[in-house]
């Protein structure tokens, strides 16, 4: 397993954007909201998630090598 440093500024987005990501779902499948409110807030978080993480992904990817 390869080891490196993370910067503070990267592992924070990081893990802003995994929080993202985990309430879209959540928000997916929960019954709080009506349909058409929990739909769009959900998919709109998990979109936001998905868009964000896979180029912070990629740069610690490519930094670490």
């Known amino acids: 397993m390869k080891r490196g440093t993370l ?7 990081l893990a802003i954007t995994r929080v ?6 959540g928000l997916l499948l929960s019954k709080r909201l009506g349909d058409d409110q929990r739909e769009a807030v959900g998919l709109t978080l998990l979109l936001v998630g998905v868009i964000t993480t896979v180029p912070l992904g ?8």
């Open 7 to 13: 910067p503070l500024g990267e592992l924070i987005l």
């Open 20 to 25: 993202m990501l985990g309430a879209g779902v």
């Open 58 to 65: 990629l740069d610690i990817a490519r930094s670490s090598e």
